[in-house]
């Protein structure tokens, strides 16, 4: 239902409410202990970051260093921007959506503006 709404809704909406479908896809919990489950949610996340590359990677990298997210959720996080990337860069081949979506990425998870340097 998610991967499906983004791809029809989420691109005319407000950015801002990507940071909110993050967060609740985040915080939501296994209740059952289900690999179906874990893989929803993974779709889920993936087509947000199809959808809305920059602004998933602005609400995903700094949660990624939440204490509160177990590793499993984020380890789960690299991998959903890892596969999100590929269709990314297909989409939005030579746009600046692309490059813009991997400063934020690797400046993010590598400690900020200055790792280049």
């Given at each position: 239902l998610l991967p499906e709404l983004c791809r029809r809704h989420l691109t005319h909406e407000d950015p801002?409410?990507?940071?909110?479908?993050?967060?609740?896809?985040?915080?939501c919990n296994n209740k059952f202990g289900t690999d179906e489950w874990v893989n929803l949610r993974a779709q889920a996340m993936i087509s947000v970051l199809?959808?809305?590359?920059?602004?998933?990677a602005r609400s995903l990298v700094p949660a990624f260093y939440d204490r509160n997210f177990p590793m499993d959720t984020r380890f789960g996080m690299l991998s959903w921007m890892v596969t999100a990337s590929e269709?990314?860069?297909?989409?939005?081949?030579?746009?600046?959506e692309f490059s813009e979506y991997?400063?934020?990425?690797?400046q993010g998870l590598?400690?900020?503006?200055?790792w280049g340097k």
């Open positions: 801002a409410l990507v940071q909110q479908v993050v967060k609740t896809l985040l915080h199809e959808t809305k590359p920059i602004e998933g269709s990314i860069s297909k989409k939005f081949s030579g746009k600046m991997i400063r934020v990425t690797i590598c400690g900020g503006a200055s």
